[in-house]
C-alpha cells in the first residue's frame, strides 16, 4: 500500500511539471525580463544582515535502522527547483488598464476587475503588475474556478491598507488566491503587509489590550499545482504567507521578512495541505520561519536561511484536546542564526493523532537558543495549561547532521508525555556546542531512543 501511494503521488508530480513546463514554452515574444538583475535578493539579503548562502542539500543516507526506511521515501519526490523562469503567454492583462494609478489612493477595484477580465478569459492569461510601482489595497480575495491557467506576475508592489476598518468584513485575510487551480505568481516583486499598526495593537507587545487575530498577508485557499517564486513578502499583519487545503505547491526563492519583535509573523505556514516543496528561501521574523500544522503532509523543506525568528517547527498541535495529523515530513538543509529555537515538533497536552515519520538533516545552527526540541508540554498563554493525560504521538524523528552552537544550556530537549511518550527517536552525528557552559541533553519519556555516530551532547 505504501508504494501504491508514493506511485500515485510521484505520478501527480509528473503530470504537474509536464502541465507547468507546456505553460512556458508557448508565445515567448512578450516576454519582459523581470525587473531586478540576477544579484537583487543577495543584495536585499544582505542588507537585512542575512547570510546568502542557505546552506546546501546533502542526499546522504543512514544505511540501518529505521532511519533509513524514512528516508528512502523522500527519494520519490522530484526535484522542481529549477521549474520556471519564463511564462507562457497568451492574453496579457496589465492593472493599469484597469484604471490602477498606483497614486497611494485604493486600487482594489481595478485590481478585482482585471482579474475577473482574466479568470473568465480562456487559453493561457498573464496578470501584470507593473515594475517601479506600488499599488494600495484593501482586503481583496482573488476567486476560481478560472477558465484560463493563470500567470501573475507582480513586478511592483502590492501594499495593504493599514486602515484597520478597511478588515471588518474579514479580520483574517489580505490577499487570498481561492480555489485557483495551475496558479504561478512570481515576478521579482514586493508584497508589503504594513503590519506595523497591527503589531502595535497586539497584546503580545500590549498586554492591557485583548487578544485577536490579525490578517495573513497573502493565502492560497484550496489550490492544486501552485508555483509561487521570486517574491519578497515583508511586514505581515500576522502570517506572512499560508498554504490552505492546497495539493501539489512548489515555493521557491522566496525572501520574507519583519522585525523579530514582530508578534505572530509566521514565515511560511503550511495547514492541511499536501506535497509541498519550499526550497532556496530566506525567512527572518518574529514568529516561526516555517510552520507546519495539522493536515499536512508530505512536506518538504530544503536550502533555507531562517533567522530573527522561532526556528522550524511542526505545531503547535492538539490545542484546545484538538485531533491533529502530521507525516512525512523533511527539513535538509538549513541555516538557522539567532532564533529562539531550532528545529522543534511543538504539542499541548490533551491533544490526541500523530506527528510521524519527520526528517531533521544537514542544519547548521549559529547561537541558536534549543536548537533540538520536542515539546510535548507546550503551553503559550499566560495562565499554566492543565496537566492531562492524552497528547498528540510523537513517532518516527529523525534528528541528524545537525552541529553549530547553542545559546541555551539544553541544546537537546526532548520532553515527551508521560502518557504517551516519544517513540523511535533517532539523534545521529550532532555536534553543538556552547561559547560559555558545556551544553546538555534533557531527554524524558522516550521510548526506543537511538543516538549513533558521535552524539554531542548526549541523552543520559
Same mark, same amino acid.
Not at 485604493?106 to 506600488?134: L, R
Not at 508584497?191 to 490578517?215: F, H, Q, R, Y
Not at 539567532?338 to 490526541?352: E, L
Given at each position: /500500500?505504501?508504494?501504491?501511494?508514493?506511485?500515485?503521488?510521484?505520478?501527480?508530480?509528473?503530470?504537474? #511539471?509536464?502541465?507547468?513546463?507546456?505553460?512556458?514554452?508557448?508565445?515567448?515574444?512578450?516576454?519582459?525580463?523581470?525587473?531586478? !538583475?540576477?544579484? =537583487?535578493?543577495?543584495? $536585499?539579503?544582505?542588507?537585512?544582515?542575512?547570510?546568502?548562502?542557505?546552506?546546501?542539500?546533502?542526499?546522504?543516507?543512514? $544505511? &540501518?535502522?529505521?532511519?533509513?526506511?524514512?528516508?528512502?521515501?523522500?527519494?520519490? #519526490?522530484?526535484?522542481?527547483?529549477?521549474? !520556471?523562469?519564463?511564462?507562457?503567454?497568451?492574453?496579457?492583462?496589465?492593472?493599469? &488598464?484597469? %484604471?490602477?494609478?498606483?497614486?497611494?489612493?485604493?486600487?482594489?477595484?481595478?485590481? /478585482?476587475?482585471?482579474?475577473?477580465?482574466?479568470?473568465?478569459?480562456?487559453?493561457?492569461?498573464?496578470?501584470?503588475?507593473?515594475?517601479?510601482?506600488?499599488?494600495?489595497?484593501?482586503?481583496?480575495?482573488?476567486?476560481?474556478?478560472?477558465?484560463?491557467?493563470? +500567470?501573475?506576475?507582480?513586478? %511592483?508592489?502590492?501594499?495593504?491598507?493599514?486602515?484597520?476598518? &478597511?478588515?471588518?468584513?474579514? @479580520?483574517?485575510?489580505?490577499?487570498?488566491?481561492?480555489?485557483?487551480?495551475?496558479?504561478?505568481?512570481?515576478?521579482?516583486?514586493?508584497?508589503?503587509?504594513? @503590519?506595523? *499598526?497591527?503589531?502595535?495593537?497586539?497584546?503580545?507587545?500590549?498586554?492591557?489590550?485583548?487578544?485577536?487575530?490579525?490578517?495573513?498577508?497573502?493565502?492560497? =485557499?484550496?489550490?492544486?499545482?501552485?508555483?509561487?517564486?521570486?517574491?519578497?513578502?515583508?511586514?505581515?499583519?500576522?502570517?506572512?504567507?499560508?498554504?490552505?487545503?492546497?495539493?501539489?505547491?512548489?515555493?521557491?526563492?522566496?525572501?520574507?521578512?519583519?522585525?523579530?519583535?514582530?508578534?505572530?509573523?509566521?514565515?511560511?505556514?503550511?495547514?492541511?495541505?499536501?506535497? *509541498?516543496?519550499?526550497?532556496?528561501? +530566506?525567512?527572518?521574523?518574529?514568529?516561526?520561519?516555517?510552520?507546519?500544522?495539522?493536515?499536512?503532509?508530505?512536506?518538504?523543506?530544503?536550502?533555507?536561511?531562517?533567522?530573527?525568528?522561532?526556528?522550524?517547527?511542526? @505545531?503547535?498541535?492538539?490545542?484546545?484536546?484538538?485531533?491533529?495529523?502530521?507525516? $512525512?515530513?523533511?527539513?535538509?538543509?538549513?541555516?538557522?542564526?539567532?532564533?529562539?529555537?531550532?528545529?522543534?515538533?511543538?504539542?499541548?497536552?490533551?491533544?490526541?493523532?500523530?506527528?510521524?515519520?519527520?526528517?531533521?538533516?544537514?542544519? &547548521?545552527?549559529?547561537?541558536?537558543?534549543?536548537?533540538?526540541?520536542?515539546?510535548?508540554?507546550?503551553?503559550?498563554?499566560?495562565?499554566?495549561?492543565?496537566?492531562?493525560?492524552?497528547?498528540?504521538?510523537?513517532?518516527?524523528?529523525?534528528?541528524?547532521?545537525?552541529?553549530?552552537?547553542?545559546?541555551?544550556?539544553?541544546?537537546?530537549?526532548?520532553?515527551?508525555?508521560?502518557?504517551?511518550?516519544?517513540?523511535? *527517536?533517532?539523534?545521529?552525528?550532532?555536534?553543538?556546542?556552547?561559547?560559555?557552559?558545556?551544553?546538555?541533553?534533557?531527554?524524558?519519556?522516550?521510548?526506543?531512543?537511538?543516538?549513533? !555516530?558521535?552524539?554531542?551532547?548526549?541523552?543520559?
Amino acid at each position: /500500500m505504501a508504494l501504491e501511494r508514493h506511485s500515485v503521488q510521484l505520478l501527480f508530480f509528473i503530470i504537474f #511539471i509536464i502541465s507547468y513546463i507546456s505553460r512556458y514554452t508557448l508565445c515567448l515574444a512578450n516576454y519582459h525580463e523581470p525587473p531586478y !538583475g540576477s544579484n =537583487y535578493y543577495l543584495d $536585499e539579503i544582505y542588507e537585512y544582515g542575512y547570510d546568502s548562502q542557505a546552506y546546501p542539500s546533502y542526499l546522504s543516507s543512514i $544505511e &540501518d535502522g529505521k532511519s533509513k526506511d524514512l528516508i528512502k521515501q523522500r527519494t520519490q #519526490i522530484l526535484n522542481l527547483k529549477n521549474v !520556471g523562469g519564463f511564462s507562457k503567454r497568451g492574453k496579457t492583462v496589465n492593472v493599469d &488598464d484597469f %484604471g490602477a494609478k498606483a497614486d497611494g489612493t485604493d486600487d482594489s477595484k481595478a485590481f /478585482m476587475q482585471a482579474w475577473k477580465e482574466a479568470c473568465s478569459n480562456t487559453g493561457a492569461v498573464i496578470v501584470v503588475v507593473p515594475v517601479d510601482k506600488t499599488y494600495r489595497l484593501k482586503p481583496i480575495r482573488f476567486s476560481g474556478p478560472c477558465k484560463a491557467n493563470l +500567470t501573475v506576475q507582480i513586478y %511592483g508592489t502590492l501594499e495593504a491598507s493599514d486602515d484597520q476598518s &478597511d478588515y471588518k468584513k474579514d @479580520g483574517r485575510h489580505w490577499i487570498v488566491f481561492d480555489n485557483v487551480q495551475n496558479l504561478v505568481v512570481e515576478g521579482g516583486g514586493t508584497v508589503n503587509g504594513n @503590519g506595523k *499598526i497591527w503589531w502595535e495593537n497586539s497584546c503580545k507587545i500590549n498586554k492591557s489590550l485583548p487578544c485577536k487575530d490579525a490578517p495573513t498577508a497573502l493565502t492560497f =485557499y484550496k489550490g492544486n499545482n501552485l508555483v509561487v517564486s521570486n517574491l519578497k513578502i515583508q511586514d505581515a499583519q500576522q502570517i506572512h504567507v499560508s498554504f490552505q487545503k492546497c495539493k501539489n505547491v512548489l515555493a521557491f526563492n522566496l525572501m520574507v521578512t519583519a522585525p523579530g519583535d514582530s508578534p505572530n509573523t509566521d514565515g511560511i505556514h503550511v495547514t492541511d495541505t499536501q506535497n *509541498i516543496r519550499i526550497t532556496s528561501s +530566506t525567512i527572518g521574523t518574529g514568529d516561526d520561519c516555517i510552520s507546519i500544522v495539522s493536515g499536512s503532509q508530505n512536506v518538504q523543506a530544503q536550502d533555507i536561511t531562517c533567522g530573527p525568528g522561532h526556528g522550524i517547527s511542526i @505545531g503547535s498541535l492538539g490545542k484546545g484536546n484538538s485531533n491533529a495529523y502530521v507525516s $512525512e515530513v523533511t527539513v535538509d538543509g538549513a541555516k538557522l542564526s539567532g532564533t529562539a529555537n531550532g528545529v522543534r515538533i511543538k504539542t499541548w497536552q490533551g491533544g490526541s493523532g500523530y506527528a510521524s515519520n519527520i526528517i531533521f538533516q544537514n542544519i &547548521d545552527m549559529v547561537n541558536v537558543k534549543n536548537p533540538i526540541i520536542i515539546d510535548q508540554n507546550y503551553c503559550d498563554q499566560d495562565d499554566p495549561c492543565k496537566e492531562q493525560s492524552s497528547a498528540v504521538h510523537i513517532k518516527n524523528v529523525v534528528f541528524k547532521n545537525i552541529r553549530g552552537t547553542s545559546a541555551s544550556d539544553e541544546a537537546v530537549k526532548l520532553d515527551c508525555s508521560k502518557s504517551y511518550p516519544c517513540e523511535a *527517536i533517532v539523534l545521529e552525528n550532532i555536534n553543538l556546542q556552547s561559547e560559555e557552559d558545556e551544553p546538555k541533553a534533557l531527554c524524558n519519556n522516550v521510548d526506543d531512543l537511538a543516538q549513533r !555516530g558521535s552524539v554531542f551532547p548526549r541523552c543520559p
